[in-house]
C-alpha cells in the first residue's frame, strides 16, 4: 500500500509540473534571436604593450588625414543623381503593285458569241497596295539629392572599400528609408572625409517610403487581382 501510494504520488506531480515544461519550451522557442549589429561584429583591436612602445596599430598618427581607410570607419556620402533619357522614333513604308492582262484579238474569236460573256480585251486586272506608319517617343528624369553616412565594410586588397549605409527618417508616422552601397576608392574621397555618388562602383541606391501616404500611391489589392486576370 505504501509503494502504490508513492506511485500515484509520483504521478500526481508529474501531471503537474508537464504544463509547467512545456510553457517553458513554448517560451525558449518563441524567443527571438538577437542578431549582432554591425559594432558587435567589429572585433575590439587587441591592444598589446610588450614592445615597450605606446604606439599600437589601430592608432592614429598625428600626421593621419580624417578620411576613412579601415573596417569600422565612417564616410559621407554625397548622393546628386540626375538622369535623364529620350527617345523618339518614326517609320513610314508605302508599297504599291497593280497587274492587268487581255487578248484584245483572239483569231477573231472576240468577235464571236464569246464577246457576250466576255470582254478578252480584259481578261485579268488585279491591284494591290499596303501602307503603314508608325511613331513613338518615349523620356524619362529623375534628380535625387540627399547625404548619408555609411560605413566600411570590407577594405579589399586593392585598397578599394566597399560601404554600406542606411537612414530611416520618420516624420508624421511616415518613413522615408534611404539605402546605398557601392564600392569607393580611397583616392576619390576627399579631404573632409566625403565622397561623391558619382565615384561609388556597382553603387545600389534605393529611396523608398513607408506609411499611410505611400500606400495612397499603390492601388489596392482587388484592383491588382482584376487588373492580373483582367484579359483585355
Not at 508537464?18 to 549589429?37: D, G, M, N, R
Not at 560601404?163 to 552601397?181: A, F, T, Y
Not at 561623391?196 to 495612397?216: E, N, Q, T
Amino acid at each position: 500500500m505504501l509503494m502504490q501510494e508513492r506511485i500515484k504520488k509520483g504521478l500526481k506531480c508529474a501531471l503537474l509540473c508537464a504544463p509547467l515544461l512545456l510553457s517553458a519550451c513554448v517560451a525558449h522557442q518563441s524567443a527571438e534571436v538577437k542578431t549582432p549589429t554591425f559594432d558587435e561584429q567589429i572585433p575590439a583591436p587587441q591592444m598589446s604593450y610588450a614592445s615597450g612602445s605606446l604606439w599600437q596599430a589601430s592608432s592614429t598618427g598625428l600626421a593621419d588625414d580624417l578620411k576613412a581607410r579601415r573596417r569600422g570607419d565612417i564616410i559621407t556620402v554625397v548622393i546628386s543623381e540626375q538622369a535623364s533619357a529620350s527617345k523618339q522614333a518614326s517609320t513610314g513604308t508605302n508599297r504599291g503593285s497593280s497587274l492587268s492582262a487581255g487578248i484584245p484579238k483572239l483569231l477573231g474569236l472576240e468577235t464571236t458569241g464569246i464577246s457576250n460573256w466576255a470582254d478578252l480585251s480584259q481578261l485579268l486586272n488585279a491591284s494591290f497596295g499596303s501602307k503603314f506608319d508608325g511613331s513613338g517617343s518615349t523620356s524619362r528624369q529623375e534628380t535625387l539629392q540627399a547625404t548619408i553616412s555609411a560605413k566600411v565594410l570590407d577594405v579589399l586588397a586593392n585598397g578599394n572599400m566597399t560601404i554600406e549605409g542606411r537612414r530611416n527618417v520618420k516624420v508624421n508616422n511616415e518613413d522615408q528609408i534611404i539605402v546605398l552601397s557601392g564600392t569607393v576608392r580611397s583616392r576619390d574621397i576627399s579631404a573632409d572625409n566625403t565622397v561623391s555618388s558619382a565615384l561609388i562602383a556597382d553603387a545600389r541606391i534605393a529611396y523608398s517610403g513607408k506609411g499611410v501616404i505611400s500606400d495612397r500611391q499603390k492601388p489596392g489589392w482587388l484592383m491588382n487581382a482584376v487588373d492580373w486576370a483582367w484579359p483585355f
